[in-house]
């Protein structure tokens, strides 16, 4: 699968469901790696929470074979995803990786930092996430040791080799690799890597498609539509590897992420103006999204979430 690439993905999203099961039982990999466009691959997540079946594996785990080394993107949930990730590299280059991006703090992220340093390989993460991690990174193994059980073995949390404020940029081959921090977003940290030869970005939390997102206690709706529109969006990207889900494009992403947080924020707006209170503002019509993955896990906590925000704004 090469030029192919550019696939129907910019015309179709591919559907993803929690019910469906493993779709690599050989590897503790949710799904084999594919490849989006020539020389950028990808090992898509499950769209469910994080479980003993998928390993923790829920997101997606990047690489890129630059022709002078493979650039990872994401450590893992575990050491045996980082593992896993690297018998595929294997399998498709002898180039030895050279770096590994983590798109923010969160588990999914990091945990399996731990095996790529025993590798050798530099690990770069934004400041934020580099925090992130030193202040939560023990209860964040706790509570993938408990999912994970056996499969978390050999995991530990380590800091990053090195950190970033902005832009990280390295050009290894005909790729030029830019880890951007472009504003506050889902989470601490959270950066984009944009391939800008290739039009690509991979663009981890910044944008979901097929699970609905989830807003945290420090997720900043507003804030996070304003880096969207002043600086990811303006990327101008042709594909688009999001954090969880197919790769798609711009207008898909856009759809169910900016879109959402709109939709969400103007429901709320309205619930807010007619004098309604933060019990009845769980229950906001959300229906459009619906269809989406995770779902019912977590539009009421979005919903609660966003009007403890503009309560104040």
């Not at 949930?77 to 050279?98: F, K, Q």
């Not at 590994?100 to 992220?109: I, M, P, R, T, W």
């Not at 019912?296 to 906590?301: I, M, Q, R």
Request: no cysteine.
């Amino acid at each position: 699968m090469r030029a192919a690439a550019a696939w129907v993905l910019l015309a179709l999203p591919a559907l993803a469901s929690e019910d469906i099961a493993d779709q690599y039982p050989a590897s503790p990999l949710y799904q084999k790696p594919v490849e989006v466009i020539p020389g950028v691959w990808s090992a898509i997540g499950a769209t469910a929470p994080p479980t003993y079946e998928n390993t923790g594996h829920n997101n997606n785990l990047s690489f890129i074979v630059t022709g002078e080394g493979v650039v990872v993107v994401n450590g893992g949930a575990a050491s045996v995803l980082a593992e896993a990730l690297h018998n595929e590299i294997r399998a498709v280059t002898d180039e030895p990786v050279v770096l590994v991006l983590n798109e923010n703090g969160q588990g999914h992220a990091m945990l399996g930092n731990s095996y790529w340093i025993d590798q050798g390989v530099p690990v770069v993460m934004h400041e934020d996430a580099a925090h992130e991690v030193a202040e939560n990174g023990d209860q964040i193994l706790q509570a993938m040791q408990r999912y994970n059980r056996d499969k978390a073995e050999g995991t530990r949390v380590v800091a990053p080799t090195e950190t970033f404020a902005d832009d990280y940029v390295v050009e290894f081959g005909d790729y030029r690799i830019e880890a951007r921090y472009l504003g506050p977003a889902h989470s601490p940290g959270d950066i984009v890597v944009w391939l800008p030869n290739q039009s690509l970005v991979i663009s981890g939390d910044m944008a979901f498609h097929e699970r609905l997102l989830p807003i945290f206690e420090d997720t900043i709706t507003a804030d996070w539509l304003e880096t969207w529109e002043t600086a990811f969006e303006p990327l101008g990207a042709t594909y688009v590897i999001p954090g969880h889900g197919h790769p798609t494009n711009m207008a898909q992403v856009r759809r169910y992420t900016h879109d959402y947080l709109v939709d969400l924020r103007a429901a709320i707006r309205a619930h807010i103006d007619e004098g309604g209170d933060l019990i009845d503002a769980y229950y906001v019509d959300q229906s459009a999204y619906a269809h989406l993955d995770t779902f019912e896990e977590l539009a009421t906590k979005n919903a609660g979430r966003v009007f403890e925000q503009m309560e104040w704004e």
